[in-house]
T-cell receptor
Framework: EPEVTQTPSHQVTQMGQEVILRCVPI?????FYWYRQILGQKVEFLVS????????KSEIFDDQFSVERPDGSNFTLKIRSTKLEDSAMYFC????????????FGPGTRLLVL | QKEVEQNSGPLSVPEGAIASLNCTYS??????FFWYRQYSGKSPELIMS????GDKEDGRFTAQLNKASQYVSLLIRDSQPSDSATYLC??????????????FGTGTKLQVIP
């Protein structure tokens, strides 16, 4: 069964460093997403991406964040200068259609900022 | 601030019983609602979506929506120990301009006792 994969599974970084989280969406999916979940808190939508551009983003997704689909298979989330409060589980997801009914989540990357 | 509220639980039910999970939302114009299951340390998995007032059934799961009361519920019939997880309610706000920017609740932890 096709699945969304994410690397790395865990990442530890120092405050102020740049991190890139990587995702490989399901191959025939067209819509891509990033969410985050701070430990013990709710899942938060960050951004959705379609046709090589951001289609929606939340208030959390400020200038420190960027997304890219560099090679037609990977989908990346970059955090330019990490803060302690960026520590969270980051989930990538993809869907075949515009709505969420065909959406599948990846296993997540746990980011710890020290 | 648009909010989705859930009782954090845990909700404990015996195996074979009906589990009833509830969710309220503050944004009166929300149109789409989703229920996700999240096992501990894992990513969310979409199990139901509902858009219209009334009931929607899928196997052992029934979603109920009452827009006048701003209330969504999920019933799980014949609960199994494998249903033990956190159930996330999510609402899609009408004014997001798109179809992906959902707001999640904090989730209700369900424990099914064998």
């Amino acid at each position: 069964e096709p699945e969304v994969t994410q690397t790395p599974s865990h990442q530890v970084t120092q405050m102020g460093q740049e991190v890139i989280l990587r995702c490989v969406p399901i191959s025939n999916h067209l819509y891509f997403y990033w969410y985050r979940q701070i430990l013990g808190q709710k899942v938060e939508f960050l951004v959705s991406f379609y046709n090589n551009e951001i289609s929606e983003k939340s208030e959390i997704f400020d200038d420190q964040f960027s997304v890219e689909r560099p090679d037609g298979s990977n989908f990346t989330l970059k955090i330019r200068s990490t803060k302690l409060e960026d520590s969270a589980m980051y989930f990538c997801a993809s869907s075949k259609q515009r709505g969420l009914e065909t959406q599948y989540f990846g296993p997540g990357t746990r980011l710890l900022v020290l | 601030q648009k909010e989705v509220e859930q009782n954090s639980g845990p909700l404990s039910v015996p195996e074979g019983a009906i589990a009833s999970l509830n969710c309220t939302y503050s944004d009166r114009v929300s149109q789409s609602f989703f229920w996700y299951r999240q096992y501990s340390g894992k990513s969310p998995e979409l199990i139901m979506s509902i858009y219209s007032n009334g009931d929607k059934e899928d196997g052992r799961f029934t979603a109920q929506l009452n827009k006048a009361s701003q209330y969504v519920s999920l019933l799980i019939r014949d609960s199994q120990p494998s249903d033990s997880a956190t159930y996330l309610c999510a609402a899609h706000p009408e004014d997001s301009g798109g179809y992906q920017k959902v707001t999640f609740g904090t989730g209700t932890k369900l424990q099914v006792i064998p």
